[in-house]
């Protein structure tokens, strides 16, 4: 169980994370989604006991993580470019990992080694981008982590690596109760990973919700009204994201209960009535409209 | 055993209780049959096991399953109709289908004689596509 309140984390002037309030519970996969720069990553490091926060608490399993040799020893972190030593090979690397995680377990090193169908001795730095990723993932996963922080790391993967990595993830989650944290703006890759997700702008987190919670809780109405004011009327009967005007159809976004929503609309007679469900990527892109966030419309 | 749509806009834990129900509702899971574990369900479909459990929750929630500690779940016996929200929705489906149906120029008596029809195939117990 991770556990933050209030974290706050400053570089210079600039507040990076700033009061950040969140709870990952055990065996779940969290996704923590957000804009470019929106302290995603600066999270994820202090959750590694890399930064130290400013002020507020970080507790993972009740203990503060900085500095704590016994929690860093069940607690992998994935950066979003692997780091290796130089020169050095997979077969090197496992034997660093092995000296430093007191969790490494050989027999699952060998046992992944059939997925990942590397060759250990050949060295890392000749290899691509998305192998390096595999190497990552293998070694991270024979360290038999408790806690799994994870930043873009289906960046670069080929689909039947993607799937695969993502099955290993789902046996950790269901066989050891790993919490797995992953940060991404691939949203596609969250939705069907992740159990949790959190939109982070800002260094301030605006959404934090179970992703099927999230899903049912905002919908796409299209709509065409009997008269233009009834289009009006409804701005005081609903929570509405966004409203679009497409001719005599009128696009709403709308927050909450679907047949609540649904009945208010129905109210009108209108001509036309189509509720949808949302994808996470028009989820993500209208709660960042409402933060303040949005696409532009750009002519050049 | 399912195919979910990783597409759809549907939540995938409702996807996966609806597959389910119809599976029930329609005999091809048993009753008492057991089914398939959270992990190897999670295995299979590449789904996250926290919504398969969600979904088997929910399930027995509604009544068409129901767990055993540390055995598993299984079909619950009293599952025999379609349940009062499915047909809400069947209901709300085929109203819609007969409005395109009409728009499309289809008249009231070509659609009396199509309801004749399925219902006299679906009595003699023919196959429907």
Redesign the interface.
């Given at each position: 169980m991770i556990e933050l309140n209030q974290v706050i984390k400053a570089f210079e002037q600039e507040k990076a994370v700033d009061g950040v309030t969140m709870q990952v519970h055990k065996?779940?996969?969290y996704g923590l989604l957000g804009s470019n720069g929106a302290g995603k990553t600066s999270l994820l490091k202090i959750l590694a006991g890399i930064y130290r926060q400013d002020s507020g608490t970080v507790r993972i399993d009740g203990q503060e993580i900085y500095e704590n040799m016994d929690l860093k020893g069940r607690t992998i972190f994935m950066a979003d470019a692997p780091y290796f030593f130089p020169q050095s090979s997979i077969h090197q690397m496992a034997a660093f990992y092995r000296s430093v995680y007191p969790r490494w377990n050989e027999e699952r090193f060998v046992q992944l080694g059939s997925v990942f169908k590397l060759d250990v001795k050949r060295k890392l730095h000749r290899m691509s981008k998305g192998m390096r990723r595999q190497a990552a993932v293998w070694l991270g996963l024979s360290c038999m982590p408790e806690v799994l922080l994870m930043d873009e790391p289906i960046d670069g993967l080929d689909p039947v690596m993607r799937?695969q990595i993502?099955?290993l993830l789902?046996?950790e989650?269901?066989?050891r109760q790993v919490t797995i944290l992953i940060s991404s703006h691939n949203l596609r890759e969250i939705?069907?990973?992740?159990?949790h997700v959190a939109i982070m702008h800002k260094g301030r987190i605006i959404v934090e919700k179970d992703?099927?919670d999230l899903?049912?809780d905002t919908h796409k109405i299209q709509v065409a009204f009997r008269h233009p004011d009834h289009a009006k009327a409804m701005d005081e009967q609903v929570n509405i994201l966004h409203e679009e005007q497409r001719g005599s159809v009128s696009l709403f976004i709308v927050k909450g209960n679907r047949e609540v929503v649904t009945e208010r609309f129905r109210a009108f007679d209108p001509y036309l009535l189509d509720v949808?469900?949302?994808?996470l990527e028009e989820i993500f892109i209208y709660e960042m409209e409402d933060a303040g966030y949005d696409i532009q419309p750009i002519v050049l | 055993m399912f195919e979910l749509d990783v597409r759809s806009r549907k939540a995938i834990y409702e996807q996966l209780v609806d597959k389910i129900k119809e599976m029930i509702v329609y005999g091809v899971l048993q009753p008492d049959e057991q089914l398939p574990s959270v992990r190897t369900l999670s295995g299979q479909l590449t789904v996250n096991p926290n919504t398969i459990q969600k979904a088997y929750r929910e399930l027995e929630r509604e009544g068409y399953i129901y767990s055993l500690q540390g055995k598993g779940s299984f079909v619950s016996s009293s599952v025999e109709h379609p349940n009062a929200a499915m047909r809400d929705e069947i209901r709300a489906a085929l109203v819609k289908l007969i409005a395109e149906a009409s728009y499309s120029g289809l008249s009231k008596a070509d659609m009396t004689l199509l309801f004749e029809e399925a219902m006299a195939r679906i009595e003699k117990g023919e196959p429907h596509d």
């Open positions: 065996g779940s996969i799937q993502k099955n789902f046996q989650a269901a066989e939705e069907d990973l992740c159990d992703l099927d899903k049912a949808l469900p949302l994808t | -």
